[in-house]
């Protein structure tokens, strides 16, 4: 078992906090792609999630006629907190605010928490445009999420443990994103898939209105926003750990470490995001069930003869 | 102490949730409520110390009642899912069988002679589960299993509106399945 210390209780304080620190970096990174792509100047995007911030935090809330509120403010509410839980488990360095034995599983049990999210954000406002996206959002789902779980299953069988910093532990000298790619490129996929952003934004996308947005305003649609970046953050953070040798490197130290690979990941995918059409779910099912899965359980194949041969 | 309070707090959302499913006037709600009422159950199995138990509750119950809403609304066809409606039907009869199960299972629960703990949990609950799994219990998982599968693939058959015949023509002899929608990978 690595050195590894369960952070003070009262540190869970930090972790939003810490959070919302990595996801406003890659809203940066959004908002400079966009600002660079309809032709705009570097600072403008660099401002542009604090202006919309600003913007938003002082617009007045409209609820539409007949609106479940409830399932509706659950699940505006519920998507940051979904964020904020899959990330308590993720070693930061030496230290991790939850050291669960279970900690892949927990962080697969909170993104699937997003399936029931997704639709309830679709649901509540009683409207045409976000019901069809939040139904959208879970034909996405049922092609992505299987690939996912053996994605997550690949590193887990090659440390012979579901512990989150036995993973990051196992991968002294060769990183597992290095030798299990595919498993590495399918958990980045369904992260952006999770997060409904870039290719996968099938639930919040402009081709039906803005989805599941179309009907929020003032804090409840900065919640949802904000909501997506802080789940791709999470997805980014949870990548190191995983696949990219937790806080190892040179002369910066654990912490420097994660930080710093997390803040790439986050970047390449929300550069990626800002590059690539949308794809249809009922055409990714079909990808996803016919190529995908295959190619994870293989991998996981890999990752078992790999350990069985080391061990 | 605290796995104490945590476990009663579950406990009673776990009951109430589930009195709410039947309260409510909303497919939605009945079906997220019951979600609610199983997580609430995950939770208590992680007071429990069963780590992996508890978190696959969650994971599994969520994306099922994901899934269920979908059909619920999907299913109630003629009586308009979408609109506020009575979650229970056959009133009495549900009562007295409800009553006669309760009565049943709470009277084993009292009256069957469980063995005490011969000895200490372990320590690994996760490795023991998978003992188990993949060996004392293997021939149930063996049983079950292909008969679960068989029943997936047997509803999907019955329900889906086009089979291989309409895809691929009457002798089955099209080089390219003629679906409303091209499936994304090229076939």
Known sequence: MPDITQAAPVWAALVPLG?????????????????????GAVLAGVISPFTETSRLLRQRRRVPVAA?????????????????????VVPIGPVVLADSPVGIVWFNAMDVLLW?????????????HPLIAGHRFLGLALAYELPL???????????GSLRVADVAAAQHGLWFA?????????????????????????????????????????????????????????????????????????????????????????MFLELAAGRLPLIRP?????????????????????????????? | MLEAIVFWISAVVAVAAGVTVFRTDSMARATYALAASFVAVGLMLL???????????????????????????????????????????????????????????????????????????????????GEAVMGSKMLVMLTVSPVLFATIVGALVLGHPRNRYQRYGADLAADHPDDPIDGGVGR
Not at chain 1, 68 to 88: E, F, K, N, Q, S
């Open chain 2, 47 to 129: 007071t429990f110390a069963l780590d992996y138990l508890g978190v696959i509750v969650i994971l599994m119950m969520v994306m099922e009642m994901a899934i269920m809403a979908l059909f619920m609304i999907m299913l109630m066809g003629m009586n308009p899912a979408l609109m506020p409606m009575s979650m229970v039907h056959g009133k009495r009869s549900a009562a007295v069988i409800a009553g006669l199960v309760f009565v049943g299972l709470a009277a084993a629960a009292l009256l069957v002679p469980w063995p005490g703990a011969v000895e200490a949990p372990v320590a690994d609950t996760t490795r023991s589960l």
């Open chain 1, 19 to 39: 959070l919302l620190a990595l996801a406003s970096a890659g809203a940066v990174v959004a908002g400079v792609s966009a600002t660079r792509m309809r032709g």
């Open chain 1, 68 to 88: 479940d509120r409830v399932l509706w403010h659950v699940a505006i509410g519920g998507i940051p907190v979904v964020a904020v839980l899959m990330v308590v």
């Open chain 1, 116 to 128: 029931a999210l997704w639709w309830l954000a679709g649901w509540g406002p009683n409207s045409a």
């Open chain 1, 282 to 311: 009922e055409r990714f099912a079909e990808l996803g069930w016919v190529v995908l899965l295959p190619v994870t359980v293989l991998q996981v194949l890999v990752a078992a003869v790999v350990a069985l041969g080391g061990a």
């Open chain 1, 149 to 159: 779980m053996f994605a997550l299953t690949a590193p887990a069988v090659a440390a």
């Open chain 1, 178 to 266: 290095v030798w299990m790619p595919v498993a590495f490129a399918v958990y980045l996929l369904s992260t952006l898939a999770f997060s409904s952003w870039g290719p996968f934004a099938v639930a919040a996308h402009a081709d039906l209105a803005g989805g599941v947005l179309a009907e929020t305003s003032g804090v409840d649609r900065w919640l949802m926003l904000a909501g997506r970046h802080l789940v791709l953050a999470a997805g980014a953070l949870m990548a190191v750990p995983l696949f990219l040798g937790g806080g190892a490197g040179p002369l910066l130290g654990p912490v420097v470490w994660t930080v710093l690979k997390a803040l790439a990941v986050l």
